[in-house]
């Protein structure tokens, strides 16, 4: 039958054009969003290939100055502060904050243009003791510093 | 979705320093409930720190960041009683935002 049957032929070609047009129609808007936000560094889940989708693993930089506790009670809050010295560092306009230990370990991107200072505070999750590392971005180059963290209690769920 | 933000922005020396808390679940999606289903991932992409509508942060997150985020910057320009305004979308859709004026 179903040689025979154009119906189905016939509705077998139109699923294939409908699929191919909502592929491309879906094209744009993805190239769209990943031109925005780095999703790709998002979704690495161990620290090398973090490293390796962002451009290569940085260099070390005294420049970078990275405040977290040695030790988080509560690995859901662990307060972290990225500054910056420009008179080491300068034009640094992106800041990343990557904690080691993760499922991903990127957990956060701070975009600053030029009038703005590269500073950036916030609050994240570590699953377990590991290491923070805090990476600058200046003029296409990566620099970054790593700080240890004791975790008492786990950030996921624990 | 609840998009009370505590924000506040306060001129120190040369720059302004903006503190904002939102109230958000941060939800990661590896979590799972009493019954043993995956709470589904919910939390906040993209931010936004606009300094009377130029955009002087633009922060991407991932779900490692802690339920309820709190957003600590610093940019120069700003002026007392200038607008400063905070504005975020989770991986839902879902938005919120927070305003005030310079001090």
Known sequence: MGNLDP???TRRGFMRVGVTLLAVAALPQKIWAAALRPETVFQTTTLEATFEALGGVPQVSDGIIFSTPDIAENGAVVP???EIDPSVLPDVSKLYVIVEKN?????????????TQPYAETRVKVAQTG????????NGELYMVQRETKVTLGGCGG | MASRMRIRAQLKEDYCEVKALMRHPMETGMRKDQSGAAIPANFIE???VLHN??????????????ANPFLGVRFKGGAQGDVVKVVWRDNRGDSGSG???IR
Not at chain 1, 131 to 138: F, I, Q, S, W
Not at chain 2, 53 to 66: E, F, N, R
């Open chain 1, 7 to 9: 119906l189905g032929l």
């Open chain 1, 80 to 82: 972290v502060r990225i």
């Open chain 1, 103 to 115: 499922p991903n370990p990127l957990a956060a991107v701070f975009q600053v243009p030029p009038n």
């Open chain 1, 131 to 138: 290491n923070l590392y805090a990476v600058a971005e200046a």
């Open chain 2, 46 to 48: 993209d931010v936004q």
């Open chain 2, 53 to 66: 509508d130029a955009v002087v942060v633009q922060a991407y997150w991932g779900a490692a960041v802690s």
């Open chain 2, 99 to 101: 305003e005030t004026t």
